[in-house]
């Protein structure tokens, strides 16, 4: 799998994931994909929200390590 194929893999993969985020308020952006590791906004709700590092680690880069070959974790852009 080439590097734009993983881009396309991780964008699905987040717009899988967004309705599960938007009901409680939040949302989630793509911002880059480096050394294995994806980039993420949180977003509305998520933002100053207790339980944004946990979806963020068991909900995003569980899900995202899961499906996508290639990643290895996600961080937190600000």
């Known amino acids: 799998m080439n590097f734009e194929d993983i881009i ?30 994806v980039y993420v906004r949180l977003t509305g709700a998520c933002v100053g929200c207790g339980a944004a590092e946990g979806t963020l680690r068991e909900l995003v880069e569980d899900t995202l390590l899961e499906r996508v070959p290639g990643v290895i974790g996600v961080e937190q852009s600000w």
């Open 8 to 37: 396309v893999e991780i964008k699905e993969v987040i717009n899988l994931i967004r309705p599960y985020i938007n009901r409680d308020g939040g949302d989630i952006e793509f911002v880059s994909f480096e050394d294995g590791i």
